[in-house]
């Protein structure tokens, strides 16, 4: 079993910067990728990027390309998002994922077998 521990949220002005981090404990994960999704107030949840664990392959929703890299350090079993030019859209819960093998999407929530508690994100204007 994989347990998933984010860190990092908090309040940051419009335009500024933010990097969340997850650890994965309970066993080296060797899973296929690990990534973020994120839930706004009264809003469905939704992905924001994963990056495939052995190659690094990343993806990205349009929302967030080209203001947020995501990035791994297998050594330590942590996944991070770095977020720059943060938005007041942007404020949400973000929730750390895992998946243990490969799938055609990367946006589908059921392809991830676990799941952080969640960290809140405020963007402010």
């Known amino acids: 079993q994989v347990q998933l521990v984010e860190s990092g949220g908090g309040l940051v002005q419009a335009g500024g910067s933010l990097r969340l981090s997850c650890a994965a404990s309970g066993r080296t994960f060797s899973g296929y990728a690990m990534g973020w999704f994120r839930q706004a107030p009264g809003m469905e949840r939704e992905f924001v990027a994963a990056?495939?664990?052995?190659?690094?392959?990343?993806y990205y929703a349009d929302s967030v390309k080209g203001r947020f890299t995501i990035s791994r350090d297998r050594a330590k079993n942590t996944v991070y998002l770095h977020m720059n030019t943060l938005k007041p859209e942007d404020t949400a819960v973000y929730y750390c994922?895992?998946?243990?093998?490969?799938?055609?999407?990367?946006?589908?929530?059921?392809?991830?077998?676990?799941w952080g508690q969640g960290t809140q994100v405020t963007g402010s204007s």
């Open positions: 990056i495939v664990w052995s190659g690094g392959t990343t």
């Open positions: 994922v895992a998946r243990e093998f490969n799938s055609a999407t990367w946006s589908n929530q059921r392809d991830y077998q676990y």
